[in-house]
Structures are given as C-alpha cells and as structure tokens.
C-alpha cells in the first residue's frame, strides 16, 4: 500500500476524484463570491453620503436608502411604492410625470441639476435645491432607474452669498481691491476707480506703487511684511495718489486673506476717502486757533476793562464819600439858614449821592469777585444759611417774615462767596415780598446726579417768563427803582459767583405769583 502510495506521489498523478465533485465546488465559490458582492453593494447603498431612491418603469419607489430618509424625512416605508413626484414640489409635478415618461421609453446615464434649478419637496413641505445622476439597470418590466440625488442647500447658499457679496464689493463707495502677496493688484471695483481714477483694466496687474506717493513709497514693504505675518490693518490713516496726480486722504485697512488650507494667499485693501474729513479737520483747527487768539484778546480786554472798572469806581467812591458828608453836614448845622425849597435840594443830592455810593460798591464787588482767587473747601449749608438769615433778620426787624428753611446738602465753594450768593438771594425775596402781608421764603435743596441744586422761594411780586433771560444781567432790572430799590448788580454777582464755580443759574416765576431762584454747584 505505501509502496503503491509513495509511487503515485512519484510520477506527480492526482487522485481521481468523484464525477461532478469539481462543478459543485466551483458554483459554491460563484455564490459566496456573489453573496460577498451583495453585502458589499448593500453596504455602499446604505452608507452613501447621497440620498438614493430606485424607482420601477411605472415611476413608482421601490427602494431608498437612509441617507434618503434624512433628505426627504420620509421613512423607508412611507416611500416605497409611491410615485416619484411624492419627492417633488408640487407645482414640477406635471412636468415631472411627462419628463419621466419619455425617460423611460429611452432611459440612459444622465446628470441633472446644474443650471437646470431642480428643487425636491421634504415630508414637511420644505423645498431645497438638487443634484440627480439617473443610472438605469435592466430592461422591459425589469427597468430599474436609480436616482442619485445630493442636497446642495449648502452650494446654493453659497453661491447666493457670493452673488450678494460680489455686488456689495462692486456698489460699494469705498476701494476695495485685491492684492498678490508681492503687492500685484488682482482685483478692483468701481468705488476703487472713483477714489483712484483707474480703471480696472489699466489698475488690474499694476503693482500697488502706483497708488502711493515717492514719499510713502516706505509704506509698501512695511505693509506686506505685516500682511504676510498675518497681521492685520485697521484704520491706518495715509495719503495716495490718484491718476491724475492729486493726493487723496484714505483712511486703510488691510486683510490678510487665506485657502482652505489656511494658507495666507494675498490680501484685502478697502480704501475710503477722507479728503473732505481732513479738509474740514484742517478748517476747524484753524478756526479753533482763530478763536484761540480771539479769546485770549477777549480775556485781555476783560482784565483790562476790570482794572478800569475797579479802579473808576474806587477813585470815584472818595468823591461821592465827601459830597455825601457835606450835604450831611449842611443838613444838620445850617437847615435854619435853608429855606424849605433850598432843604429839599439838599436831601436830593443826598439820596442820589448814596444811591450813586451804593452803585460804586457793588461794581466794587463785582469786580472783586471775578478776580478774587478761589479758597475750595467743604461747607455746612445749613450753617451758611441760618448766619445769612440771622443778620437779614436785623436789618428788617420790623418785617413779618415766614422763613421756611430745610435741610441743605452740604456744598463745595469758596464760603465767603456762596455766602454772598445766599445774602443776596434772600435779601431779593425779602424785597420783592415786601407788598405782601404775609412774606413766606423757602429755602432748600437736593442732590441730582453730579450736581448739587439749591433754591430760594417766596412769595411776592414774581416776573413774567418772557424776560427771565435778563435777570442776571447788570444794571438790568424789571420792577421800576420807585417801588423795589437797588442797583441792579446783586443778581450779576450772584451769577458770576456760581460761573466761577462751574455751576449755573436760572429762575422761575409769574407775575404776582411768587419766584424761585436756583443755582447748582457740581458734587
């Protein structure tokens, strides 16, 4: 047996096999081969990134893929055995139908979609933008058609963004343009031909030096080091040369712009024209140094007109001093020798002489307090108002006054000064209450926002609206000198007080309706 065994391996003869034995072998690795192909094709079905719906000859779904779910929200089920159009809106129906008839009588490879604006209809009724590839397999009732459909919402919104943004560049008013890395000019729109004067045929290849002026030529190298580190430009203000040589004023930014690698490739340089912004810069630094110059000449005039007006009415106090006492003393040692006429005259130019006395010192104070150095410092309100009140309420002992005084926040000043303010606020609401039987003055305050706001009110003969503007004013007064006495300066010098301490007054009032007086002083 060995012997018979060893000599068959010897000559290289094969056993004999059994008959048939070779045929079924091979049909079982034809229908593994082919089953391994099947799962192979069911797979890329599946897992395909596009929708895929395989409709028969009639144009009825007979298979779709996940992927043809996700697109359509259909489920599989829901699909299967339904027409096509189910998938198409509503208003390509018909056309749709028809199309598909004559396919079928003639079906082949087909790609669909670019251009053709082809729109599928999801469960929900949405409608996107499509691709189709048509691939048929088979024959007669065996027709089998394959839809390869791809969504490209996403192109469609692209291509919409780059149309919206194309027309944006070429209507805007500023220069956009587009560079090489080496600074060759790859792009220029209209608003880049208004600012420039090129056009884009003559701009488009040229070097960004034409642009910039031999003196700025040191800009270019700075700018493409920048760009090519990825840095980018804002507002960098310069000056460039139009085609007809004029300098332009452009306020720059420069934008690197990358791949989709992220690899820096050119950049962007959007130029807008601030010729007229700078003109009018230039105008208004000017006219600001014109009324510089104007201003100081004005203080000047005020200190001089102050020395004068201080000065006059200093030399002219000693004079009205001695009249006064003269007429005073003639009054007294010499009336019998006057008679009543001659005593009359007298007692005029007394009154006129302490009139004219009492103008003299308030111009004297006017002037003091415009040029009287300030001393800053806390103040307690309500202890500078009781002392102002308490020495108005000597002087007119004989008064019935109501005084209604609250609470004042405390203040920042000069206290001699704001104390000036107080006496003679108060001193006009005792005057201009004095045809009133019963006076009332209210004086308060309150704090708003950064500033600190006082008032006196009261009573009396008020004013009308209409000129409240000339109350502050000097020497102006609203109520004849034969009723109310005074000079009109006290308000003036309560004005400039608050002025000086960057604050401000005003009033309100109405005849025979009482008046309040405000002034503010910052916290």
Known sequence: MENRENSKKKDGRKKPTKSGEGTVRLKGLQEADASKSLEIYQSLFEFLPDAVVIVDGEGRIVQANS??????????????????????????????????????????????????????????????PLDIALIPVGVGKDLRVAGIIRDYTWRKRGE????????????SADAIVGLTLDGIISSWNEGAKKIYGYSPEEATGS???????PDRAHEIPEILNKVRQGKRLTNFETV??????????????????????????????????ITDRKQAEEEIKEANERLGQSYQACEATNKELEAFTYSASHDLRAPLVAVGGLVRLLLEEYSNSLDARGGKFLQTIQKVTDQMR??????????????????????????LAKSAIEELKLIHSGRKLEWNIRSLPSARGDPVMIRQVLVNLLSNAVKF?????????????????????????DNGVGFDMGEADKLFEVFRRLHPSKEFEGTGVGLAIVKRIIQRHDGRVWAEGRVNGGATFYFSLPK
């Open 67 to 128: 992927q043809a779910e996700r697109t359509f929200g259909y489920s599989r089920e829901e699909m299967i055995g339904k027409l096509v159009e189910t998938l198409i809106p509503d208003r390509s129906v018909k056309q749709h139908t028809e199309y598909r008839k004559a396919y079928m009588l003639k079906p082949q490879r087909r790609s669909m979609g670019i251009g053709l604006q082809l729109y599928g209809r999801r469960k929900d009724g949405s409608e996107f």
């Open 160 to 171: 919409e963004a780059a149309f919206r943004l194309a027309a944006i560049v070429e209507s």
């Open 207 to 213: 070097s960004l030096s034409i642009l910039v002026p």
């Open 240 to 273: 460039r040369t139009a085609k007809d040589g004029r300098l332009i004023h452009v306020s720059l930014t420069l934008s690197p712009i990358r791949d989709e690698a992220g690899n820096i490739v050119g950049f962007s340089h959007i130029g807008r024209d």
């Open 358 to 383: 009492q103008l003299v010192d308030d111009l004297l104070s006017l002037s003091r307090f415009g040029r009287q150095a300030l001393e800053i410092s806390k103040i307690d309100m309500d202890e």
């Open 433 to 457: 209450t004095r045809s009133k039987p019963e006076a009332v003055i209210e004086l308060g305050g309150k704090i708003e926002r950064e500033t600190t706001v006082y008032y006196v009110r």
